[in-house]
């Protein structure tokens, strides 16, 4: 067998790629190297989410490919970092993916992702706001553009109606605009994670899938949506609830 002949990535390692692309992670090929490298951090204190993923590329890792970094940036949180071997099967993902070196937004590679691929996405930079009946996705790091191709691809692929408003921030200093991806629609919510409840596996994934309700007839109808598409007990998902109660000021009982 050729040595270097390349092999085509895993359906799942590619779809886990693909969604980190738009979260918390990033294909580089580093200076000195002629093939990419994919990496990820979390903080510390989603560190079972962290090692759920890392379990999931074993095809793309090394012995050594886990890493505690200090805190930095405007988290106080230490941070945990996975990087894998440069791979020319990487490299032709970065290929797709990348236009001069940089991430590139485009339909081509974004209708490759899968219901895992979103799933990872809001994982790594989805949040449930408004009580948990809304949602967002913090596309920060991404031009005007390219966050309305994404949602033109969730209502085109997936079905799913969302809005691209900016957000105002004050960092360093200056006043900076973002745009991102608001779920401003409970239903539009509900379609959304019940297309990516399956794949919330690690205990610090469940608070990005419990929405709230005062009403406890349909709060519990929820939770049964949740307990017929994962691994968790009722008594688990019970106890997030709580906790996500507890740290909601306006909701109220």
């Known amino acids: 067998m050729n040595k270097n002949k390349s092999v085509p990535l895993s359906d799942k390692t590619r779809e886990i790629i693909l969604g980190s692309l738009l979260g918390d992670g990033s294909l580089k090929i580093h200076k000195g190297y002629k093939n990419a490298r994919f990496s990820f951090r979390h903080s510390i204190d989603q560190k079972d989410y962290f090692f759920w993923k890392v379990s999931q590329l074993k095809e793309?890792?090394?012995?050594?490919?886990?890493?505690?970094?200090?805190?930095?940036?405007?988290?106080?949180?230490?941070?945990?970092?996975?990087?894998?071997?440069?791979m020319l099967e990487l490299t032709e993902l970065y290929k797709l993916t990348h236009k001069r070196n940089h991430l590139n937004i485009r339909r081509k590679w974004l209708n490759r992702m899968t219901a895992l691929s979103l799933a990872?996405?809001?994982?790594?930079?989805?949040?449930?706001?408004?009580?948990?009946?809304?949602?967002?996705?913090?596309?920060?790091?991404?031009?005007?553009l390219s966050v309305k191709i994404i949602s033109q691809y969730l209502q085109k692929v997936w079905n799913i109606r969302t809005i691209v408003a900016p957000v105002s921030r004050k960092r360093d200093g200056k006043q900076l605009e973002y745009w991102r991806i608001w779920?401003?629609?409970?239903?539009?919510?509900?379609?959304?994670?019940?297309?990516?409840?399956?794949?919330?596996?690690?205990?610090?994934?469940?608070?990005?899938?419990?929405?709230?309700?005062?009403?406890?007839?349909?709060?519990?109808?929820?939770?049964?949506?949740?307990?017929?598409?994962?691994?968790?007990?009722?008594?688990?998902?019970?106890?997030?609830?709580?906790?996500?109660i507890k740290k909601w000021k306006n909701f109220r009982k």
């Open 60 to 86: 793309i890792s090394s012995d050594k490919n886990v890493f505690m970094q200090e805190k930095d940036g405007y988290s106080n949180n230490k941070k945990l970092r996975y990087q894998s071997k440069a």
């Open 120 to 144: 990872i996405w809001w994982f790594d930079d989805g949040s449930l706001i408004s009580n948990s009946r809304k949602g967002v996705f913090c596309t920060d790091g991404f031009d005007k």
């Open 183 to 244: 779920i401003r629609s409970t239903n539009e919510l509900k379609k959304f994670l019940k297309i990516i409840i399956p794949y919330t596996f690690a205990p610090s994934m469940l608070r990005k899938v419990i929405m709230l309700y005062k009403d406890r007839q349909l709060q519990q109808r929820w939770i049964s949506e949740i307990i017929n598409n994962t691994s968790f007990s009722q008594q688990e998902i019970e106890n997030q609830l709580q906790e996500k």
